[in-house]
């Protein structure tokens, strides 16, 4: 890093970033390097630039804008952590006859996930609203809807006169079709979103511009990959459940997943997730060599982008190692053709 004065002489803006020609100008009197190509390839917090020398030798240049701070306020941090701690904190993965027994009329906030980010069983949310309501009723309930992405259900309408107070949702690859990194909070009233407000106000939260203009560009197509996606899991499913190799398939639109019922009296839409259980036989060197062998679907742990991911998971309950497969937009054919090929390394005594 290079720590340069502010005002910098050489450095000029453009829409609060510094235009790339007078990057290539920095770059040349610091480093000494005959600066043939230079542009912005990331606008954030910093701001990166590609950088390519007269000798064909390329480089990034990052600019970090390292911003004075006043001192510490004691008197807000005290106030923040004696808010946050006026209740009692407590995670635990229960069903609507063991919420009864974990809520109080003091708790503040209940946390629902539909459905299990692993497993996709899906919970019974009317009736988990219904106990917290009726348990709990200064309770905020808070739903993680990422996987519903407000298409596959509403969770401010479940029916019956039921609702969550909050959903939040990861705007990264199902919503933006690439990598941002920014998430949402939709409030049911007025009163919750200037509670949540404030408190954003007060911790300084803020996303890159980079970041909302890629969900803003992404959300006219967001049904129609979601849909897609939906077709293209249900297809996978079923053709997993075929294979010898998997003892099980879990996916919300499978009668033999737990939840899918309250799934089908629920949502319109299943996303793109599914996991297969591999045969507990199999050792775990051929779980890897599977996961390893796949060569559309890439590993890593994202959902609903348009690049196919797999990644394994230890099994909760016990048994067979879990894969979880993400469907992208490839054509499903190509996609039934990868798992295919890799599937054949999982025969006992390889891997």
């Known amino acids: 890093m290079h720590p340069t004065p502010w005002p910098d002489t050489i450095l000029s803006a453009s829409h609060t970033t510094a235009t790339a020609a007078s990057v290539a100008q920095w770059v040349e009197r610091h480093y000494g390097l005959p600066v043939q190509q230079c542009y912005l390839i990331r606008r954030n917090l910093n701001d990166n630039y590609a950088v390519r020398a007269a000798d064909g030798s390329r ?4 600019l970090c804008a390292i911003r004075p701070r006043g001192p510490f306020n004691v008197d807000f941090e005290l106030a923040l952590l004696a808010h946050l701690a006026g209740g009692r904190w407590r995670s635990e993965n229960v069903q609507v006859g063991t919420a009864a027994l974990a809520l109080a009329p003091s708790t503040r906030l209940v946390w629902l996930v539909a459905p299990d980010p692993v497993t996709l069983a899906f919970p019974d949310l009317r009736a988990l609203v219904r106990c917290v309501r009726e348990r709990a009723p200064e309770a905020v309930i808070a739903l993680d809807n990422t996987w519903g992405a407000g298409l596959a259900f509403c969770a401010f309408d479940l029916g019956e006169g039921l609702a969550v107070d909050l959903t939040v949702q990861d705007l990264g690859h199902q919503v933006s079709g690439g990598d941002a990194c920014m998430g949402s909070v939709a409030c049911r009233d007025e009163d919750l979103y200037r509670r949540l407000l404030w408190c954003h106000t007060r911790l300084g939260l ?43 398939v879990w996916h919300p639109s499978r009668p033999d997943t737990p939840g899918h019922r309250h799934w089908a009296a629920l ?18 060197g051929c779980v890897e060599s599977f996961v390893e062998a796949l060569q559309w679907f890439r590993i890593g742990l994202g959902g609903g982008g348009p690049v196919s991911l797999a990644v394994p998971f230890a099994n909760p309950q016990g048994g067979g190692t879990l894969v979880r497969l993400s469907v992208g937009l490839e054509a499903v054919d190509d996609l039934v053709d990868d798992l295919a090929q890799a599937v054949g390394l999982l025969v006992l005594g390889k891997g």
């Open 267 to 284: 949502c319109r839409s299943a996303a793109g997730l599914l996991t297969v259980e591999v045969d507990p036989r199999q050792g775990a």
């Open 59 to 62: 480089y990034v240049a990052r």
């Open 206 to 248: 803020g996303v890159g511009m980079n970041e909302v203009e890629a969900v803003l560009r992404a959300l006219p197509s967001l049904g129609l990959r979601h849909a897609v996606q939906d077709v293209a899991a249900r297809r996978l499913a079923q053709w997993c459940s075929e294979q010898p190799a998997f003892v099980r």
